[in-house]
């Protein structure tokens, strides 16, 4: 049932700390002692039942009764940075930074716990890293574990002064985590190093030195892990990550997850369909199913039951974050850091989507202990501007709005499943939302920059009729190699066999087969083809263009004698003189030769230049050259002029014109395009995406396009 324990959050900023009351007020907190602003909290902690409120100044620690805000003791301890409760809040452990003692060879005792009942400091201890600092304990505080180097050491609550009760020490042993439950276990981490290969041991807590592993897995890439047990304690999710990915496709290492069960009856890695790293995980409360985001972006989220057998497929979308209300009951998945912010709600009964919010900038995420809330923060030094927390109710409503500068910390007060409210585990979810309070009107009209905001019912903006979209983006489809993968585009491959392939040019035309732009995928040395220009010759090329007159290098010669200076003829390749076949050119057999051949007379200009001049003005594609021979001479001696092809070559369309179309076909093309359009919008709608009023009402019209096709006379395109 559910017990006087209110519900309220907390947050921590540069000048401010407070705690706020429950909905729909949100009231802060009446009679609770804020710090000074010049004195700036460092930080704070509830303890795991609720009970107790704690937080660091500068030169004291306060502990707070936090129903009531109630200050129960006062510590003097400097420069603690770290606050943490024991489970039933019975001890308080602190951390600072370790100091070298001057004259001792002491260590400096850094880690001490405390009795919140006496404020007795009851142990001490040297804890040179801040991760993983504080001591874990049972749920029922019987004992308490610690890692030092590579032995774990065990510990009686009840009795500090007697030291360690029982160790054990792994060779290598990285990370140490101890179960929740009544039969409690220690999960140790050794980490992959110097060939030999990373393992994870699962021991029994009561029987820590004299019993073997329970359970034990051997496995390769692995330098990290990340360990999280089930609320019943019975399996282990374990995450591992390497520094550097060998394969090149990750910049962040690669990732594997592995189920172990305490009892050592099953183990399995977690088979993943969709190839990139694994954003998040997440166990269910009910300790029989778990979630996972993984895969490139848009990343996929799948449920697995106990056994790693996959239970639902929520799809592709960009998203990181995946997260169960405290019942079990709702779903959050959502993107933050580098993407948008998008949370969507799932109902787990029905796994159908509730609402999608829109909390943009969010670095900080949690469900509220009666379920039916969302707190998302904006915190320093993640982003630095724009820091405050949204409430939003679980249907998608925005209820309250905590604008704070410079805020570096906020969460929910801790409350036991049993002590709230009971949340519907069938039928409807949520019933009727709560009234917004006044902070949200006012954030939306600065958002407006002071400007009246319609709200609806239910505390969101009206939005207006529809976005803006320039006449030349209407009515357009979007490419599918331009669209996201759940949006009904190409899969991403981290390979890049999706890019767009480079066979063309700068050109609007194709090149012609067998040009060096086609040759070269469109990169070679083709230039830019300007539709209607003539063609260029074979061996001719934008940048060493051939000559049209006498004077060009075709025409410098003028025929005189064996030594004239004509230059024309083919011009050298190469060193050796040879073309393509292997053959010496004719025109490098020397440069009297070339002049007879090419230039005879300084007639070499005005030969070619006849050969542009075709009849229609334009250079031809090809010359025949069948019964000519080298050797062939015409009446007077000369080598005969080449004859081009007579063919007429039509100048080319630029594309895009629609000349050849009448009037009709053009409006029975715009009409088919109008079709598709609207065939895109129903696959959207199909998908669950929410379409803009503009976009409702262009598929509205479906019929009336249809009927103007038929009074055409042209069927509709399918």
Known sequence: MASQISQQYAYRAQKSLALIGPSPTFDPIPGFIAPEPDAAARTYAYSADGRLYAYA???????????????????????????????????????????????????????????????????????????????????????????????????????????????????????????????????????????????????????????????????????????????????????????????????????????????????????????????????????????????????????????????????????????????????????????????DVFDRRTLNKLCTIDAPNTSYCEWSPDGRFLLTATLSPRLRVDNGIKIWYCTGQLVHVQLVEEMYQASWRPIPVDNVAPFPNQGPIGGTPPTPSSSVAEYYQQQKGGSTTTLSGDGTPVKPAGAYRPPGARGNATPAIFKREDEGGYSRSPSGQNTPSRGYSRSPAPPPPGSAASSMNGQGRGGRYVPGAPQPLKNETPSRPASSGPSGPQGQGQGQGPQGQGQGGSRKRNKGGKNRDGKPEEGSQGQGQGGQKNGQNGNGGQQRQQQYQNGNGKKPTSIDLSGISSKATNTNGKTPM???????????????????????????????????????????????ERLEATQMKKMEGEVEIKKELAALGVPAES
């Open 57 to 343: 100044l500068p030169g004291c620690v306060r502990i707070f009764q936090a129903e009531g805000a109630q200050l129960l003791s006062e510590l003097a301890l400097p420069n603690i940075i770290e606050l943490s409760f024991s489970p039933r809040g019975t001890y308080l452990s602190t951390w600072e930074r370790p100091l070298k003692l001057d004259g001792s060879a002491q260590q400096h005792k850094n880690l001490r716990i405390f009795s919140v009942s006496t404020s007795d400091e009851l142990v001490s201890f040297t804890q040179k890293s801040q991760e993983g600092w504080d001591v874990q304990y049972t749920i029922t505080e019987s004992h308490a574990i610690r890692l030092v180097g590579q032995e774990i050491q065990v510990f009686r609550p009840t009795e500090w002064g007697k030291g360690v009760v029982d160790k054990l020490k792994v060779e290598g042993a990285s990370k140490a985590s101890l179960s929740p439950g009544l039969n409690p276990s220690v999960a140790i981490f050794v980490g992959e190093k110097k060939g030999a290969p990373a393992s994870i041991k699962i021991y029994a807590l009561l029987s820590l030195s004299t019993s073997t592993p329970t359970c034990q897995k051997s496995f390769f890439k692995a330098d990290r892990s990340t360990l999280k047990w089930n609320a019943l304690g019975t399996q282990l999710l374990l995450l591992t990550q390497t520094d550097v990915d060998n394969t090149n496709k990750s910049y962040y290492g690669e990732t594997s997850l592995y189920l172990l069960s305490a009892a050592g009856n099953f183990d399995c890695r977690v088979t993943l369909d969709k190839e990139g790293p694994i954003h998040d995980f997440s166990w269910s409360p009910n300790s029989k199913e778990f979630g996972v985001v993984y895969g490139y972006m848009p990343a996929k989220t799948v449920l697995f039951d106990q056994r790693v057998k996959a239970v639902y497929d929520f799809g592709s979308a960009p998203q990181n974050y995946i997260s169960f209300n405290p019942q079990a009951r709702l779903l959050a998945l959502a993107g933050f850091g580098n993407l948008a912010g998008k949370i």
């Open 642 to 688: 080449l004859t081009p092809l007579d063919t007429t070559i039509s100048t080319p369309v630029t594309p895009g014109l629609d000349s050849a179309l009448d009037p009709i076909a053009k409006k029975v093309r715009n009409l088919n395009k109008k079709l598709k359009a609207i065939e895109e919008l129903k696959e959207k709608s199909k998908r669950g």
